[in-house]
């Protein structure tokens, strides 16, 4: 099913970059995107914890509202309080609240991609195989907090709404505590003019930074009491990717040729400043992967609108746009096989499951996860069978 819908998106994107059909298809893709991440089951690395996390913030909160004692809560208490209406006060299941917590987040993502993306069915595409997967499907706190953050706060970035974002920011940190970079992402509005040799400056600066004082940066952050727990577990296993490095790289230095067609503190221009921060800080904190994607994915998604800028507006004659097309094609495909592999690992799915044969499930054949994934027994509990 993945692979199809692979082929399916990366059709159509190729025929809207040929054919400069902006809207057509793109609708019918994502509902078809959409119906897939509202109705899989046990899917997503996450899935099975997120039941247990609902259900026990759900107690945890109930508990709180009997003694008034605020540390029982021991999650963010927005996520907590939602928990808690849709499981204790609506009585409705915590599956039901994953599919929502996945709908409104990728919904969020194609208000922004309909409303930024000259061609929407690439920026899907582009979605598809780096986020789609990861966030909507497993993510899913994070998820939502990123989609308020592209569709509604960048615009309240753009104008200096400063009074509404910093409120939307606490909102979402309350949802999910890496939302904590949001508040310092309004720094980009400060540059008003930069080169590109000063980005690749600051680039090597943060590179060989992020190497030599990574271990104190965690030390850090691990002794703030709100989010120090966090930090310990995103760095219990510190590991440096090449790979991911390589990719990221191949892709960020094509994406900085859009500086000469974006009018400096335009929108697409903060677009592409936030986008650069997401790189330094990517760099800053590679040495722990973890860590490193959940404080640069909110500077990451602007990607699906900058890379189609640079197929529709960099790569002016035809060649130079097949041959960049190609080129972004090859790398969207390197990352899909590796997000699949990686979810494949991450399940752990049995020996049986490879990338070539790697199932949907929905909760039409849910029974089906327990024949492919092993689920631990924590989590046994919150495994439906029929």
């Given at each position: 099913?993945y692979?199809?819908?692979?082929?399916?998106?990366?059709?159509?994107?190729?025929?809207?970059?040929?054919?400069?059909?902006?809207?057509k298809?793109?609708?019918?893709?994502?509902l078809?995107?959409l119906?897939?991440?509202?109705?899989?089951?046990?899917?997503?690395?996450?899935?099975?914890?997120?039941?247990?996390?609902?259900?026990?913030?759900?107690?945890?909160?109930?508990?709180?509202?009997?003694?008034h004692?605020?540390?029982?809560?021991?999650?963010?208490?927005?996520?907590?309080?939602?928990?808690?209406?849709?499981?204790?006060?609506?009585?409705?299941?915590?599956?039901?609240?994953s599919a929502?917590?996945?709908?409104?987040?990728?919904?969020?993502?194609?208000?922004?991609?309909k409303?930024?993306?000259?061609?929407?069915?690439?920026?899907?595409?582009?979605?598809?195989?780096t986020?789609?997967?990861?966030?909507p499907?497993?993510?899913?706190?994070?998820?939502v907090?990123?989609?308020f953050?592209?569709?509604?706060?960048?615009?309240?970035?753009?104008?200096?709404?400063?009074?509404?974002?910093?409120?939307l920011?606490?909102?979402?940190?309350?949802?999910?505590?890496?939302?904590?970079?949001?508040?310092?992402?309004?720094?980009?509005?400060?540059?008003?003019n930069?080169?590109?040799?000063?980005?690749?400056?600051?680039?090597?600066?943060?590179?060989?930074s992020?190497?030599?004082?990574n271990q104190?940066?965690?030390?850090?952050?691990?002794?703030?009491?709100?989010?120090?727990?966090?930090?310990?577990?995103?760095?219990?296993?510190?590991?440096?990717?090449?790979?991911?490095?390589l990719?990221?790289?191949?892709?960020?230095?094509?994406?900085?040729?859009?500086?000469?067609?974006?009018?400096?503190?335009?929108m697409r221009?903060?677009?592409?400043?936030i986008y650069?921060?997401?790189?330094?800080?990517?760099?800053?904190?590679?040495?722990s992967?973890?860590?490193?994607?959940?404080?640069?994915?909110?500077?990451r998604?602007?990607?699906?609108?900058?890379?189609?800028?640079?197929?529709v507006?960099?790569?002016?004659?035809?060649?130079?746009?097949?041959l960049?097309?190609?080129?972004?094609?090859?790398?969207?495909?390197?990352?899909y096989v590796?997000?699949?592999?990686?979810?494949?690992?991450?399940?752990?799915?049995?020996?049986?499951?490879?990338?070539?044969?790697?199932?949907?499930?929905?909760?039409?054949?849910?029974?089906?996860?327990?024949?492919?994934?092993?689920?631990?027994?924590?989590?046994?509990e919150?495994?439906?069978?029929?």
């Amino acid at each position: 099913m993945y692979h199809i819908i692979f082929i399916i998106l990366l059709l159509f994107a190729t025929l809207e970059l040929l054919s400069k059909q902006k809207k057509k298809n793109a609708t019918l893709l994502f509902l078809l995107l959409l119906f897939l991440v509202i109705f899989r089951y046990g899917q997503g690395s996450d899935y099975f914890s997120y039941i247990y996390l609902f259900t026990s913030s759900a107690d945890t909160f109930e508990t709180y509202i009997k003694t008034h004692d605020l540390n029982y809560i021991t999650r963010e208490i927005g996520f907590s309080a939602i928990s808690y209406l849709w499981i204790k006060i609506l009585h409705l299941s915590p599956e039901t609240l994953s599919a929502l917590f996945s709908a409104i987040s990728f919904f969020l993502v194609w208000l922004f991609i309909k409303k930024y993306s000259v061609r929407p069915v690439i920026s899907l595409f582009l979605f598809y195989c780096t986020f789609y997967l990861i966030y909507p499907f497993s993510g899913i706190r994070q998820a939502v907090c990123l989609g308020f953050f592209i569709f509604y706060m960048l615009p309240l970035l753009n104008e200096r709404k400063y009074i509404k974002y910093f409120l939307l920011c606490i909102l979402l940190f309350t949802i999910h505590y890496s939302s904590i970079i949001l508040f310092i992402i309004p720094v980009v509005n400060l540059v008003k003019n930069y080169k590109p040799y000063q980005v690749y400056i600051i680039a090597i600066v943060s590179l060989i930074s992020g190497i030599a004082i990574n271990q104190f940066l965690f030390s850090f952050f691990s002794s703030l009491d709100t989010i120090g727990s966090k930090v310990g577990a995103y760095t219990q296993e510190n590991s440096f990717n090449v790979l991911s490095l390589l990719l990221r790289v191949m892709l960020f230095i094509p994406i900085m040729l859009t500086y000469k067609i974006y009018e400096r503190n335009s929108m697409r221009d903060l677009f592409l400043k936030i986008y650069i921060l997401g790189f330094f800080l990517y760099l800053i904190f590679m040495t722990s992967s973890l860590i490193s994607s959940r404080i640069n994915v909110f500077m990451r998604y602007v990607e699906i609108i900058l890379i189609v800028d640079l197929i529709v507006y960099v790569f002016k004659n035809n060649y130079s746009k097949v041959l960049g097309y190609t080129f972004i094609v090859t790398i969207m495909t390197v990352l899909y096989v590796k997000n699949i592999n990686s979810f494949i690992d991450q399940g752990p799915y049995y020996d049986q499951v490879d990338f070539y044969n790697y199932p949907y499930v929905s909760i039409f054949n849910k029974r089906k996860i327990i024949e492919i994934r092993y689920i631990p027994p924590y989590y046994q509990e919150y495994v439906i069978y029929d």
